[in-house]
């Protein structure tokens, strides 16, 4: 099964949050962490418009970590979290294998 963990660069409210150091620890890395210590997902899958984001988690996770180029299309504020998720598991060619949640 796959984790889903779709973050983008841009943030209304909080610039960088998904990156922003708590505790010495990007933020992200919280739930990414959090996922892999569950021991249930053979995969974390990232959608994502950020360089940073990507060079942070395949530093951290390495071969564990799948990360999806979010479409031109998909990128913004008012996209639909389902537009992105149905993009995901077509790029994944899965069906209903994956859990996703946010970083946040």
């Known amino acids: ?27 992200f890395f919280y739930i990414a ?22 060079y942070l988690a395949k530093k951290r996770f390495g071969e564990w970590v799948v990360i999806i180029e979010r479409a031109k299309e998909l990128s913004g504020d008012y996209v639909p979290m389902n537009k992105i998720i149905e993009y995901d598991i077509n790029v994944l060619g899965i069906d209903n294998e994956f859990f996703q949640t946010h970083s946040t």
């Open 1 to 27: 099964m796959y984790a889903l963990l779709p973050m983008k660069e841009h943030s209304e409210r909080i610039p960088e949050k998904n990156y922003k150091l708590l505790n010495n620890k990007a933020f």
């Open 33 to 54: 962490d959090t996922l892999k210590a569950a021991g249930l997902f053979s995969k974390l899958v990232i959608d994502t418009d950020s360089e940073k984001i990507e």
